[in-house]
């Protein structure tokens, strides 16, 4: 594949990534980026293209079975992902002229999909009649038998997920929360505090062209977009490092003070390691583990960058049980593997996700729980967290540890992200302005 050379090949071939090589869409998005080396603009429409294709997946294929003689299961992959994308710009983006929208995808299906122009045909065909219904309101509109069908349809949600999410939060909420999961996350940065230059984090992001505003409940958090944050100044000296509110408040639920022994059971990427030890004022063991070396070293380099020097790396895995770390910490973090289901606006791939290959979740996270609950001591706290919004990962895991270890308990807490809680929350993108994300707190008893 040649080096792409503007917005709409940038989202192409990261499309094209996805679905011939299994790429993480932001991963793809990002490598492309960096190729075709495009304005900032430019390169807020090819992640815009990108992530919306993805994110209206259902409701493209809808209106192509409309206006399509040729089934979709019969429709080149290449072709098929391109005319999504026309779509997506002709009836769901405003700003894009619809003679450009289907001229653009025309180019594209020549130069990259290896057809001839009976193909181009059939695609300039599909999308001028819709252009021409979209322009005169006289789009077909979904016929479905109740709400849940009709959120999967219209916000390209699997169907048991809408109504797992109907059943836990109601259908109003369940709307709420899929249109949230298609909306452009901001890039959320916390500053370190140790720096101690607050204001000064904030006018140096505006006066590097970045939008930026505080997040309204935690204001070491900026929200910010227009540019790559990793390759700004301030990320890499250290006074700024990525990381969603949600994680962070994990993080002062878990309440880590100077001298304590604590466990970050499962560390990667580091950002929850990073702001522990932000906490500890650099003073004190912390023992961040994972599974996989490579994610370690990623770790060690987070830490030498940002000066943290009471992190020792640990290469474990956090079902298995480590004898030597038996009522030796004073707090435990255990933000356990889970289905992500609440970071589907920055990963949206993960809604094509099956209840099958998700529901044995539960049970590996219920034993990492219980096996890192041996490493708290009497009187020391465990935090569990999860970056997904379903109940049978969340409370139903916290209920079935605490019907089986009596010697722990629920712990309230009071946060400003979320206000008082009896010891567990979970956060939504549309209420908390973070990342959707589960937040549990308990107390070893004896």
């Not at 890192?372 to 706290?381: H, L, R």
Request: hydrophobic content about 35%; charged content about 25%.
């Amino acid at each position: 594949m040649t080096k792409p050379t503007n917005a709409r090949e940038v989202a192409a071939f990261t499309l094209f990534d996805m679905l011939e090589n299994g790429a993480w869409s932001e991963g793809a998005l990002h490598h492309y980026l960096q190729l075709a080396q495009l304005s900032s603009r430019d390169a807020a429409l090819a992640a815009r293209l990108a992530y919306g294709t993805l994110q209206n997946r259902s409701m493209c294929d809808f209106y192509i079975r409309k206006y399509s003689k040729i089934r979709l299961a019969k429709i080149a992959p290449r072709v098929l992902e391109l005319m999504r994308m026309g779509v997506y710009q002709l009836t769901m983006l405003d700003r894009i002229p619809s003679h450009a929208a289907t001229s653009e995808t025309i180019k594209l299906v020549r130069k990259y999909c290896k057809s001839d122009e009976r193909v181009a045909g059939f695609v300039n065909g599909v999308l001028r009649s819709i252009a021409r219904d979209a322009e005169n309101n006289k789009l077909p509109h979904p016929d479905c038998p109740d709400k849940e069908s009709y959120y999967s349809l219209k916000y390209t949600h699997p169907e048991w997920l809408m109504r797992k999410l109907s059943s836990q939060y109601g259908q109003k909420e369940c709307q709420k929360i899929a249109q949230a999961n298609n909306e452009i996350a901001p890039i959320s940065v916390r500053i370190n505090r140790l720096k101690d230059i607050q204001d000064d984090v904030y006018n140096s992001l505006i006066s590097d062209g970045f939008a930026v505003e505080y997040h309204p409940t935690m204001n070491n958090i900026l929200l910010c977009s227009g540019g790559d944050i990793s390759k700004n100044r301030l990320f890499l000296d250290g006074t700024i490092t990525i990381q969603d509110a949600a994680s962070a408040a994990a993080v002062e639920i878990l309440e880590p003070k100077p001298d304590m022994k604590i466990i970050d059971c499962c560390a990667a990427p580091g950002g929850k390691t990073f702001y522990i030890a932000e906490n500890m004022q650099n003073k004190g063991e912390l023992i961040s583990c994972d599974i996989y070396e490579h994610k370690l070293e990623k770790i060690k380099e987070g830490a030498k960058r940002l000066g943290f020097s009471c992190i020792t790396t640990r290469l474990a895995d956090s079902g298995v049980y480590q004898p030597q770390f038996e009522k030796w910490a004073d707090a435990v973090l255990c933000d356990v593997p889970c289905s992500g289901l609440g970071i589907i606006r920055k990963k949206p791939e993960i809604r094509f996700k099956t209840d099958e290959e998700l529901s044995q979740l539960p049970k590996i996270q219920v034993n990492i729980l219980r096996n890192c609950a041996n490493y708290v001591k009497v009187g020391g706290t465990i935090i569990y967290s999860t970056c997904t919004i379903l109940q049978r990962e969340n409370q139903d895991v916290v209920n079935a540890f605490l019907s089986e270890n009596r010697n722990f308990e629920l712990e309230a807490f009071d946060h400003p992200i979320c206000g008082k809680t009896d010891g567990m929350i979970t956060l939504l993108p549309h209420i908390h302005m973070t990342d959707g994300f589960f937040i549990a707190k308990l107390r070893r008893k004896s």
